[in-house]
């Protein structure tokens, strides 16, 4: 519709938008806001904790993902309300930052939407529930601080508790056992300490996905992998004791830049320039071999001339390879990747024990592994059918975040909910020291904090109401902080010494988030939608 406002110059009313725009105000765009978050929140409450359940997305072209992961039916799953879409973006950014918690995020988002909508009916104003919102945020994260236990990192048991159940909301028992031992293997290899703190770039962590055998059979290369074959039958398949020369230039006759023209008009003439390319190309070849290289990586092409040379030597040679393999390969072997023939020298070249080309399912692979100090690591990860090695990857993703958390900030907190129902306690106490909105909202708050663990009991078929007054009661003991909630047998327990721990960081992470993304909602009043454009107009037919 046409938007005006009620002056009117000569007769005739001042137009602010476009044809075809709509608007919305006050209490008629609140509601639809608070509408489309609780939609966000019911699309994956059955996906929450180990017990969830799966959703299967569609898409358009017919692709289907099956998965629980929150981060991943949202971007899928493609939402088109503004919204929505704010929910969504808070979930990826979880996902960015620390790899886990991305459903959490989105249920806490509309829980504490919820609340405020509640809040509004009793005639609270917005500015007293924002407030709240952000004061109860505050002392939950100064509170969670408080109740988190110091781990060391470099304590394998305690990394693989975290790792465990980091996966087990996403697989099943037998496969987290496997994928946790393998990112508690991988992590502090690549781990880098700056200053007085640990760096993770889990982008040095390569995952190659082959489908085929079951998940047993993944295996981690203290290397690279690539997915290439040697380019030629007759070089080597496997060598030992390795020096590499990972080169940035081809091994062949480079194209002008310019359109050049030749005209041979003699059998002299054309075998003379036949002559001079063989040599050019014997001399580039030579100059790579007489460093001592038994293995050449080229990220450029390599002629067929100069793979017949390479052959006879016994070289090992790929090409054609990505510049992220290069640099994870440099990573790995301690090699320098080389931009022209002048760099090649023994010092620049990389080592490894063991290069091979191996065949995997259907394709050959070549494997740079046993290497002395490496990195940059491989995850060559094996699953039955596609789908699963999709949530596979996904999961290891994920678990390989967690893990590198513990190193940015070696702190844990218990899981099945014990934690969200302390911070829930706490807050309450917190609420009784103010008045008005403030308070109510810091309650609403604690509220949806606690149904994060209601949401946990009910997908373990529970009863959440009755799991959740057993929690509260258990809470109350000063001794009752890591008391949650055994998912199996539906019991109480003690989640530190079950095991069942999560990073600081993520907890923290998710309520802050959560917090931001839920007052930038609140402060919205007035929605315009601009007009469509119009579509393009058909061509005539022929």
């Given at each position: 519709?046409?938007?005006?406002?009620?002056?009117?110059?000569?007769?005739?009313?001042?137009?602010?938008?476009?044809?075809?725009?709509?608007r919305?105000?006050?209490?008629?765009?609140v509601?639809?806001n608070?509408?489309?978050?609780?939609?966000?929140?019911?699309?994956?409450?059955?996906?929450?904790?180990?017990?969830?359940?799966?959703?299967?997305l569609?898409?358009?072209?017919g692709?289907?993902?099956?998965?629980?992961?929150?981060?991943?039916?949202?971007?899928?799953?493609?939402?088109?309300?503004?919204?929505?879409?704010?929910?969504?973006?808070a979930?990826?950014?979880?996902?960015?930052?620390?790899?886990?918690?991305?459903?959490?995020?989105?249920?806490?988002?509309?829980?504490?939407?919820?609340?405020?909508?509640?809040?509004?009916?009793?005639?609270?104003?917005?500015?007293?529930?924002?407030?709240?919102?952000?004061?109860?945020?505050?002392?939950?994260?100064?509170?969670?601080?408080?109740?988190?236990?110091?781990?060391?990192?470099?304590?394998?048991?305690?990394?693989?508790?975290?790792?465990?159940?980091?996966?087990?909301?996403?697989?099943?028992?037998?496969?987290?056992?496997?994928?946790?031992?393998?990112?508690?293997?991988?992590?502090?290899?690549?781990?880098?300490?700056?200053?007085?703190?640990?760096?993770?770039?889990?982008?040095?962590?390569?995952i190659?996905?082959?489908?085929?055998?079951?998940?047993?059979?993944?295996?981690?290369?203290?290397?690279?992998?690539?997915?290439?074959?040697?380019?030629?039958?007759?070089m080597?398949?496997?060598?030992?004791?390795?020096?590499?020369?990972?080169?940035?230039?081809?091994?062949?006759?480079?194209?002008?830049?310019?359109?050049?023209e030749?005209?041979?008009?003699?059998?002299?003439?054309?075998?003379?320039?036949r002559?001079?390319?063989?040599?050019?190309?014997?001399?580039?070849?030579?100059?790579?071999?007489?460093?001592?290289?038994?293995?050449?990586?080229?990220?450029?092409?390599?002629?067929?001339?100069?793979?017949?040379?390479l052959?006879?030597?016994n070289i090992?040679?790929?090409?054609?390879v990505?510049?992220?393999?290069?640099?994870?390969?440099?990573?790995?072997?301690?090699?320098?990747?080389?931009?022209?023939?002048?760099?090649?020298?023994?010092?620049?070249?990389?080592?490894?024990?063991?290069?091979?080309?191996?065949?995997?399912?259907?394709?050959?692979?070549?494997?740079?592994?046993?290497?002395?100090?490496?990195?940059?690591l491989?995850?060559?990860?094996?699953?039955?059918?596609?789908?699963l090695?999709?949530?596979?990857?996904?999961?290891?993703?994920?678990?390989?975040?967690?893990?590198?958390?513990?190193?940015?900030?070696?702190?844990?907190?218990?899981?099945?909910?014990?934690?969200?129902?302390?911070?829930?306690?706490?807050?309450?106490?917190?609420?009784?020291?103010?008045?008005?909105?403030?308070?109510?909202?810091?309650?609403?708050?604690?509220?949806?904090?606690?149904?994060?663990?209601?949401?946990?009991s009910?997908?373990?078929?529970?009863?959440?109401?009755?799991?959740?007054t057993?929690?509260?009661?258990?809470?109350?003991?000063?001794?009752?902080?890591?008391?949650?909630?055994?998912?199996q047998?539906?019991?109480?327990?003690?989640?530190?010494k079950?095991?069942?721990?999560?990073?600081?960081l993520?907890?923290?992470r998710?309520?802050?988030?959560?917090?931001?993304?839920?007052?930038?909602?609140?402060?919205?009043?007035?929605?315009?939608?601009?007009?469509?454009?119009?579509?393009?107009?058909?061509?005539?037919?022929?």
């Open positions: 519709m046409t938007i005006a406002i009620p002056a009117q110059i000569g007769g005739q009313p001042v137009l602010i938008l476009k044809e075809g725009s709509s919305r105000t006050g209490q008629e765009a509601a639809n608070l509408l489309a978050a609780r939609v966000v929140g019911e699309l994956l409450r059955p996906s929450l904790g180990p017990k969830g359940l799966n959703k299967m569609v898409g358009s072209v692709d289907v993902t099956i998965t629980k992961s929150g981060v991943t039916i949202l971007s899928e799953a493609n939402i088109e309300h503004p919204i929505a879409k704010m929910i969504v973006e979930s990826k950014s979880q996902d960015k930052e620390v790899g886990d918690g991305t459903t959490s995020v989105a249920i806490l988002i509309s829980e504490l939407l919820r609340g405020a909508e509640d809040l509004l009916r009793r005639k609270i104003h917005k500015s007293a529930i924002i407030s709240g919102y952000f004061l109860a945020a505050d002392a939950a994260v100064s509170a969670l601080s408080k109740i988190a236990v110091k781990i060391e990192p470099r304590d394998r048991d305690s990394l693989r508790k975290v790792a465990f159940t980091a996966l087990n909301t996403m697989l099943p028992e037998d496969v987290c056992n496997t994928f946790a031992k393998m990112a508690t293997d991988t992590v502090p290899e690549v781990v880098e300490k700056r200053g007085n703190k640990y760096v993770v770039d889990t982008d040095n962590i390569q190659v996905k082959k489908e085929g055998r079951g998940a047993d059979d993944t295996q981690l290369v203290r290397g690279v992998i690539l997915d290439k074959e040697l380019v030629h039958p007759n080597p398949k496997r060598l030992v004791d390795c020096r590499l020369a990972l080169i940035d230039f081809p091994l062949e006759i480079e194209k002008t830049e310019i359109s050049a030749i005209k041979i008009n003699s059998p002299e003439l054309l075998r003379r320039m002559d001079e390319e063989a040599k050019t190309i014997e001399e580039l070849v030579g100059k790579v071999a007489n460093s001592g290289t038994n293995v050449v990586i080229c990220q450029k092409g390599i002629d067929e001339d100069a793979q017949h040379l052959a006879n030597r090992l040679a790929v090409r054609r990505k510049r992220s393999d290069m640099e994870k390969l440099a990573r790995a072997t301690g090699g320098k990747i080389l931009s022209n023939t002048g760099e090649v020298d023994a010092e620049a070249l990389g080592k490894a024990g063991l290069v091979e080309e191996r065949k995997i399912g259907e394709d050959k692979m070549v494997f740079v592994q046993d290497c002395s100090n490496p990195k940059s491989s995850i060559l990860m094996r699953g039955e059918t596609e789908k090695l999709d949530e596979y990857e996904r999961a290891m993703k994920s678990v390989l975040s967690v893990v590198a958390d513990v190193y940015e900030r070696n702190s844990i907190v218990a899981g099945g909910g014990a934690v969200e129902v302390e911070l829930a306690k706490i807050l309450k106490r917190r609420a009784a020291q103010l008045s008005g909105g403030q308070q109510l909202a810091v309650i609403a708050f604690a509220d949806a904090l606690e149904e994060i663990a209601v949401i946990l009910e997908n373990a078929g529970a009863n959440p109401i009755e799991s959740v057993r929690l509260r009661k258990a809470h109350k003991a000063t001794s009752g902080k890591n008391i949650g909630l055994d998912l047998s539906g019991k109480l327990v003690d989640m530190l079950r095991g069942v721990v999560e990073p600081e993520v907890k923290e998710y309520i802050k988030a959560a917090t931001e993304v839920t007052n930038m909602i609140l402060r919205i009043d007035d929605v315009v939608v601009a007009s469509k454009p119009p579509p393009p107009p058909k061509q005539p037919s022929t």
